[in-house]
């Protein structure tokens, strides 16, 4: 049944004539796929005669049972360095079996090799479940470092016999350590780096929300100066009679030669008659700008359009804006 178990009767039996070196085949009658061998090996049969070999018989299944090395509760996560397989360094005899229970609340491997170079090849328990258990094949002489897959922090040693024939001598495996908590240091810095990273990121994100929200109460600031400027024009469309009004004209010469210019400013009467018209001429240098302010005082009330040019010349009326200026001026007594 299950949790149980079942020991056969001793097995090699001199009167039944079956030599050292013996395969007895089994099966589960059940499952007939569950096959499996029996080896008779000298080993465990010193030939003195009948009686005493069969005493001496039992003592190495005994032995095998004993060899048990439990997960570390909450090894899942790190900080059971370097107990999380207990014992973290257990030492059997040659032809012995190691088995792994897992009385952990999480499910674990053990795994023949390090984490640096990979399984070993030796054993690899795949993942075992809270509440069972794993055995190793039959382990030759040698020195193995196994570790978790899942949780690579989790390094343990078998060593087999004296340990002399090693798969991985002791400084490599100490060097693997050292790789290994270099490893998960370095991992942990990652994350930390990436977690930074995230935030520089948000920062980032918000600095931009920020700057494009800046940008955009700039526009609306630009927006409202302009307006705020058509006001002031259409504000200083209504004066009084000789209360002088000064009309500006700004312009940078952007080509990389001297420019002329000829600043003119028509006031028409709302007849559409010129009565005013006066201008600023000169040159410009390359990059230079002008910034030049003409006034006018009306003399009398009335409706007014004031307009702006600049040419080239006065004589040669080549416009060097796009756009003439022109507001509407209103003279009040
Ligand atoms: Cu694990």
């Not at 039944?16 to 499996?36: R, T």
């Not at 009948?50 to 899942?76: K, L, R, Y």
């Not at 090849?121 to 479940?129: E, N, P, R």
Request: proline share 4%; aromatic share 6%; with cysteine.
């Amino acid at each position: 049944m299950s949790g149980g178990s079942y020991t056969t009767p001793i097995l090699f039996d001199v009167s039944a004539e079956v030599d050292v070196g013996s395969v007895l085949p089994y099966f589960c009658m059940v499952h007939p796929w569950m096959i499996g061998e029996v080896i008779i090996t000298l080993d465990e049969f010193v030939a003195e005669g009948n009686e005493t070999s069969q005493e001496q018989e039992q003592e190495p299944t005994q032995t095998i049972s004993s060899n048990v090395v439990e997960n570390a509760a909450g090894s899942s996560t790190p900080g059971c360095e370097p107990d999380c397989f207990i014992p973290a360094t257990l030492t059997i005899s040659s032809g012995e079996t190691v088995t792994f229970s897992n009385n952990d609340s999480a499910a674990h491997t053990s795994t023949a090799g390090t984490p640096a170079d990979g399984p070993s090849g030796a054993w690899d328990s795949s993942l075992v479940m809270m509440g069972t258990a794993y055995t190793t094949p039959i382990l030759d002489a040698g020195t193995y470092p196994y570790y978790c897959m899942v949780h690579p922090w989790m390094l343990g040693t078998i060593i087999v016999g004296d340990g002399g024939t090693t798969t991985t001598s002791q400084a490599e495996s100490s060097q693997v350590e050292d790789d290994t908590a270099a490893r998960i240091a370095a991992a942990e810095a990652a994350a930390a780096a990436a977690e930074a990273e995230a935030a520089a990121a948000e920062a980032e994100a918000a600095a931009r929300i920020a700057e494009a929200e800046s940008a955009a109460r700039i526009a609306a600031a630009e927006a409202a100066a302009q307006a705020a400027e058509a006001a002031s024009q259409q504000a200083i469309s209504e004066l009084s009679v000789n209360e002088k009004i000064e009309i500006t004209m700004d312009f940078t010469n952007d080509s990389e030669v001297q420019q002329s210019f000829a600043l003119i400013v028509q006031i028409k009467d709302s007849t559409n008659t010129t009565i005013s018209l006066s201008h600023v001429t000169g040159m410009l240098g390359a990059g230079q700008t002008l910034d030049q302010v003409l006034s006018y005082t009306p003399s009398e009330s009335g409706s007014y359009t004031v307009e702006k040019f600049l040419w080239n010349d006065f004589s040669n009326p080549t416009a060097l804006t796009d756009e003439k200026e022109s507001f509407t001026l209103t003279v009040i007594e």
